[in-house]
């Protein structure tokens, strides 16, 4: 009997990675690169690892990328210290190995709007980080970059030099190393923090969608991860905007690999609602097709 293709067979790599730097923020917020030049020549903006926190650990846990930089054999992730294993995590120290699965799950695949909106939530903001950096060697696309945390920001931000027509003048926060790149980005938060847009992501984002005129609004595609609350939402934004939008989704998994099927949720399908797993049929679907409970 033929079995159909499986395109995420023999793509994802077993690697003994080692810890090159690793610093806390507040927030129990974690940034961490790795010394994983297999996985980072192959990840692309949206895959995800599955890390063995620690030797004595054996359930895994799923990291964003944030960046790879295959040329130096690197990957960078970022993530809050939740639980047992990431805690685990937090307390490994440069020379270290960590053992990891990777690159897993179906990556962004920008359609190339010129004008591609990106809304990272907490620890969605890593996925977003990749996404732009991607972005930035494509000099046709202005992106814009919308982060939210209610914790403080795994960064210093600074005010922005760059313009974003449509954003309120007090909202000046950006991300440092966006800002680098020449990328637009505004913060936003509901903990008053100096700079930010007081509120949730998607309402800066209506507030910046509101302000373009109907051709600029027409050259719009939304990327966003984040928890699902603001995901919902921002399927509703890309709803009644009529916006084409790539979300992708959190859940917890055990094999990440679509052998257990612990990670499925309801998608829209030509052929009906299907249940698909996060780890390997995504975890990037389109915004319209979730089903959200």
């Not at 494509?138 to 210093?156: D, N, R, Y």
Request: one cysteine or more.
């Amino acid at each position: 009997m033929n079995m159909p293709a499986r395109p995420h067979r023999d793509t994802i790599l077993v690697e003994d990675a080692e810890v090159l730097e690793s610093v806390a923020h507040a927030g129990r917020q974690h940034w961490m690169k790795l010394a994983a030049p297999r996985i980072a020549a192959r990840a692309l903006p949206g895959s995800f690892l599955h890390v063995r926190c620690a030797p004595r650990l054996p359930m895994r846990r799923p990291m964003s990328i944030m960046r790879a930089n295959p040329a130096r054999g690197e990957i960078e992730i970022l993530f809050k210290v939740h639980g047992h294993g990431t805690e685990l995590l937090a307390q490994a120290k440069p020379g270290e190995q960590l053992n990891l699965l990777g690159p897993i799950g179906v990556p962004f695949e920008p359609s190339g709007k010129r004008r591609p909106l990106l809304i990272g939530g907490g620890v969605g903001i890593p996925p977003m980080v990749f996404l732009a950096e991607a972005m930035k060697r494509e000099k046709t696309l202005a992106p814009f970059v919308i982060m939210g945390s209610e914790v403080p920001f795994p960064f210093q931000a600074r005010p922005s030099r760059i313009m974003v027509p449509g954003v309120p003048p007090a909202t000046i926060a950006t991300m440092p190393l966006l800002e680098d790149w020449g990328i637009a980005c505004r913060l936003a938060s509901g903990a008053g923090f100096p700079g930010c847009f007081e509120g949730y992501v998607t309402d800066l984002a209506r507030t910046w969608l509101e302000a373009l005129p109907a051709d600029a609004r027409a050259e719009v595609e939304v990327f966003a991860c984040g928890p699902t609350p603001m995901l919902k939402a921002v399927a509703a934004l890309c709803r009644d905007y009529a916006l084409p939008g790539r979300i992708s989704l959190e859940e917890y998994m055990a094999c990440a690999v679509g052998g257990c099927a612990g990670c499925v949720v309801g998608v829209e399908t030509p052929a009906g609602r299907a249940m698909k797993r996060v780890c390997v049929d995504g975890p990037v679907f389109d915004a319209a097709s979730v089903v959200f409970q």
